[in-house]
Nanobody, 124 residues
Framework: QVQLVESGGGLVQAGGSLRLSCVAS????????MGWFRQAPRKEREFVATINRSGGTTYYTDSVKGRFTISRDNAKNTVYLQMNSLKLEDTAVYYCAADRGYGLGLSQSEYDFWGQGTQVTVSS
């Protein structure tokens, strides 16, 4: 069992930045693909970004490309989501997730472990 704990959420004005962190309680962090998902009010949870085991390959949903950056530090068991130029529509609970499989990591169903989420609220 892998426990994931997100942090870094909060209230920010539109155009601002936040960096989310997710720490994993496992000795084999580098064996997991990691992803970030989000769920806005009254909407389904959606894919945001994913990063492979080495950190060399990333994918993003179109709405965050050029604004968000996913990265990982395997020595610290941590995955990050740097969010710049935040928009009102980025308001959501953000979840990190860990995937033991070898797919692209674009679907929620691929992920085996989930964090509790951290709230990001973007104000005008």
């Amino acid at each position: 069992q892998v426990q994931l704990v997100e942090s870094g959420g909060g209230l920010v004005q539109a155009g601002g930045s936040l960096r989310l962190s997710c720490v994993a309680s496992t000795r084999t962090f580098s064996s997991y693909r990691m992803g970030w998902f989000r769920q806005a009010p009254r909407k389904e949870r959606e894919f945001v970004a994913t990063i492979n085991r080495s950190g060399g390959t990333t994918y993003y949903t179109d709405s965050v490309k050029g604004r968000f950056t996913i990265s990982r530090d395997n020595a610290k068991n941590t995955v990050y989501l740097q969010m710049n130029s935040l928009k009102l529509e980025d308001t959501a609970v953000y979840y990190c997730a860990a995937d033991r499989g070898y797919g692209l990591g674009l679907s929620q169903s691929e992920y085996d472990f989930w964090g509790q989420g951290t709230q990001v609220t973007v104000s005008s």
